[in-house]
T-cell receptor, first 111, second 114 residues
């Protein structure tokens, strides 16, 4: 089955700096890669996703890049703000519509 | 439009007891999912239902059973609870169509097995 590894497990940045979270996947059949944000005690919520026919996608301060050859994808957050503090999860889907999640990155933005 | 709802919000069980976690969605989604979330391990898929009338095992199905009661409802049953099943359980749903894979999560059920 699919295996998704996520790094780093914790990340602390100063407000205004950029944050990068990286994930690798094992199954070359994976074709959909969402990123979820989970605040403490809340449900995961989708923040951005990318499909395998696209190399990069951007939504305001958030961007995701995908390298199919190397089987890795990354989340980039620019101009970080305290409200960006949360746990971020990457995931991969082989088309069976069953997501495999990474273990999460706890991002802390210091004011 | 409530989205995905789950009951109960919190439950304490003794080892060996049984219970059913309920999930319902009002978005006319075809696919529904059950995940468990343990500290430091992300979300792991227990079972999913790609469409009404079908269910499939996920990564960690042992000790659980599911029922897709109708298009709206997908329940998760623990027949004989064990302390290892202490976790937060999330239900999710998606349209289940190409280019519409986004999964929407419910608020979660916190389960403690003593």
């Amino acid at each position: 089955g699919e295996n998704v590894e996520q790094h780093p497990s914790t990340l602390s940045v100063q407000e205004g700096d950029s944050a990068v979270i990286k994930c690798t996947y094992s199954d070359s059949a994976s074709n959909y890669f969402p990123w979820y944000k989970q605040e403490l005690g809340k449900r995961p919520q989708l923040i951005i996703d990318i499909r395998s026919n696209v190399g990069e996608k951007k939504d305001q301060r958030i961007a995701v890049t995908l390298n199919k050859t190397a089987k890795h994808f990354s989340l980039h957050i620019t101009e970080t703000q305290p409200e960006d503090s949360a746990v971020y999860f990457c995931a991969a889907d082989t088309g069976r519509r069953a997501l495999t999640f990474g273990s999460g990155t706890r991002l802390q933005v210091q004011p | 439009n409530a989205g995905v709802t789950q009951t109960p919000k919190f439950q304490v069980l003794k080892t060996g007891q049984s219970m059913t976690l309920q999930c319902a969605q009002d978005m006319n989604h075809n696919s529904m999912y059950w995940y468990r979330q343990d500290p430091g391990m992300g979300l792991r898929l227990i079972y999913y239902s790609a469409s009404e009338g079908t269910t499939d095992k996920g990564e960690v199905p042992n000790g659980y059973n599911v029922s897709r009661l109708n298009k709206r409802e997908f329940s998760l049953r623990l027949e004989s609870a064990a302390p290892s099943q202490t976790s937060v359980y999330f239900c999710a749903s998606s349209a289940g169509l190409a280019e519409q894979e986004t999964q929407y999560f419910g608020p979660g059920t916190r389960l403690l097995v003593l």
